[in-house]
Nanobody, 125 residues
Framework: QVQLVESGGGLVQTGGSLRLSCAASGRTFSSYTMGWFRQAPGKEREFVAAISGSGSSRSYGDSVKGRFTISRDNANNTVYLQMNSLKPEDTAVYSC??????????????????WGQGTQVTVSS
């Protein structure tokens, strides 16, 4: 059974940093893109970042480019999201997910079929 467990969320002041982790289990994920998404209250889920199975390709949402960095450790089935220069508008529940098809990089939420429960990130002004 595939499980994704996020951690590292919390409360931080504007300009601060957080590092989110997503530990995956249940199978090998090194062939699959993993992504981070976020959802704020009353808003649709938003793409944040994605990283290909090998880690050689990465993509970021426009609102986080230059501030967030996605990485992965395939030996430990873990993906990370380093978030710097945080802003109040980054406040949301952050979830990691796995692409349903291997050997590609996709940003479409509907193409991810395994999701974690999410971790809350709150940025105070």
């Amino acid at each position: 059974q595939v499980q994704l467990v996020e951690s590292g969320g919390g409360l931080v002041q504007t300009g601060g940093s957080l590092r989110l982790s997503c530990a995956a289990s249940g199978r090998t994920f090194s062939s699959y893109t993993m992504g981070w998404f976020r959802q704020a209250p009353g808003k649709e889920r938003e793409f944040v970042a994605a990283i290909s199975g090998s880690g050689s390709s990465r993509s970021y949402g426009d609102s986080v480019k230059g501030r967030f960095t996605i990485s992965r450790d395939n030996a430990n089935n873990t993906v990370y999201l380093q978030m710097n220069s945080l802003k109040p508008e980054d406040t949301a529940v952050y979830s990691c997910a796995v692409d349903r098809i291997p050997w590609r990089l996709t940003l479409r939420t509907t193409e991810y079929n395994y999701w974690g429960q999410g971790t809350q990130v709150t940025v105070s002004s």
